[in-house]
């Protein structure tokens, strides 16, 4: 039988193993593809332009007018602001600003053919015209079909086939 010290048998042992260690070779330098952008869309079938950089594309809309009565039991000059917001694009993250006339609150919105959604008008109201905590009042139009949501009751938007679809609906402020 043979005797080994420990120093000897680990430098067997290392000897066995070999260098694992990677080789590079000896050429090292390459050819990287060059960045290309891609293709710029076209306007294929005469429609719409591209949305530039920034907008965002919700496909074929339609402008549809919405508009809601303003609150009569509140001050004219304590509202503040009125936004109309919804459950989808464009609607949804920032709303749309409403402008006042003749005691209606209204907004035209490009509305996607295919929205199938909900939406509600929030009143900012603030006694002081430099509050910046506004009280919130959520109402709807009267007109407009509704339905009960988490937050309360809610406008319905149905999606479109096309623009010539009557949305006039969403716009009438007639008193009942």
Do not use: K
């Not at 938007?157 to 969403?170: N, R, V």
Request: glycine share 10%; proline share 11%.
């Amino acid at each position: 039988m043979m005797r080994f010290s420990i120093p000897t048998l680990l430098l067997l042992v290392g000897a066995g193993c070999g260098d694992d260690s990677p080789v590079m070779p000896d050429d090292t330098e390459r050819e990287l593809p060059a960045h290309v952008a891609p293709p710029a869309p076209r306007d294929v079938d005469g429609g719409p332009p591209p949305p530039l950089e920034g907008e965002i594309d919700f496909g074929d809309c339609c402008d549809v007018l919405f508009a809601v009565r303003d609150i009569d039991h509140i001050e004219p000059e304590s509202t503040s602001s009125v936004t109309l917001r919804g459950s989808g694009a464009p609607l949804d993250v920032d709303g749309e600003p409403m402008t006042l006339a003749d005691g209606v609150w209204s907004a035209t919105v490009c509305v996607p053919l295919s929205y199938d959604g909900t939406y509600h008008y929030e009143f900012a109201i603030a006694d002081d015209p430099g509050d910046e905590t506004p009280f919130i009042e959520t109402l709807t139009n009267p007109n407009v079909p509704q339905e009960s949501s988490a937050t309360g009751t809610v406008n319905r938007y149905a999606p479109l086939e096309s623009c010539a679809d009557d949305t006039g609906i969403h716009g009438d402020t007639t008193e009942r």
